[in-house]
């Protein structure tokens, strides 16, 4: 239930489509209430701007990489590593094209927990991944992991 009522909430709160629901309430507004409909299409207007025209996606995306600083070196041993999902295209994978795992621009992840665990192979290796539709998938990124590592 969460997970669809989270699923919900992103659609209307992504940039481009808060922009256009704006757009359409603004315009909806225009017929009945002339001063709403045009401080809700100037909104729209300013939200465009903003996200269009702003690098805020890179600036909070480097906000986040370096909020932590790295350590200038690994320790000797670690207990286990996590490996956040995001990283593989679930629905463009086809079993018949077994050699063939969609990955995307984050499946550097994946390759950064192999790395560590090639290096710690005494640790725990855990990968979050799942299948992110909203109606179930038949393949999620924790199985398109386990066949790319190779068990």
């Known amino acids: 239930m969460f997970f669809a009522i989270s699923k919900l909430v992103w659609f209307v709160l992504t940039p481009l489509n808060l922009f256009a629901l704006l757009q359409l309430f603004g315009l909806i507004a225009l017929r009945f209430w002339k001063r709403l409909g045009q401080a809700l299409l ?31 070196r690994l320790p000797d041993s670690i207990d286990g590593i996590l490996v956040l999902g995001g990283g593989f295209n679930t629905g463009r994978y086809d079993p018949a094209h077994i050699a063939d795992i969609p990955v995307n621009e984050a499946a550097d992840r994946f390759l950064a927990g192999l ?9 725990q ?19 398109l992991a386990k066949r790319l590592a190779g068990n």
């Open 42 to 72: 100037v909104l729209a207007g300013l939200v465009f701007l903003f996200c269009g025209l702003l690098p805020m996606g890179p600036y909070l995306l480097y906000q986040i990489e370096h909020y932590y600083e790295k350590p200038e």
């Open 115 to 123: 790395a560590l665990y090639k290096r710690y192979p005494q640790a």
């Open 125 to 143: 290796l855990v990968f979050s991944g799942g299948n992110g539709k909203l109606l179930k998938g038949e393949y999620t990124e924790s199985l």
